[in-house]
């Protein structure tokens, strides 16, 4: 089953352990960024979209 997770730039390191640790290294990750609180409508579509992108293009690959 193919999956992702999007997160915030400041999340990536902490993400990227939580990954190996579980035994999964090379889990796919879109990021978008930090942070999202108190951001516009305009704001948060852009960042919804630029997620979509990334989810799609890794999930076509995975």
């Known amino acids: 089953m ?3 997770a999007i ?3 400041r999340f990536v390191q902490t993400a990227q352990v939580m990954a190996r640790v579980s035994g999964m290294a ?3 990750f879109a ?3 930090h942070p999202i609180a ?3 409508q ?4 852009d960042k919804a979209q630029q997620a979509l ?5 890794q999930l ?3």
């Open 7 to 9: 997160i915030t730039d």
């Open 38 to 40: 108190n951001n516009s």
């Open 26 to 28: 090379d889990y796919p």
């Open 31 to 33: 990021v978008i960024a």
């Open 42 to 45: 305009t704001v948060l579509r």
């Open 2 to 4: 193919a999956a992702t």
């Open 53 to 57: 992108r990334q989810c799609v293009e």
């Open 60 to 62: 076509v690959q995975g």
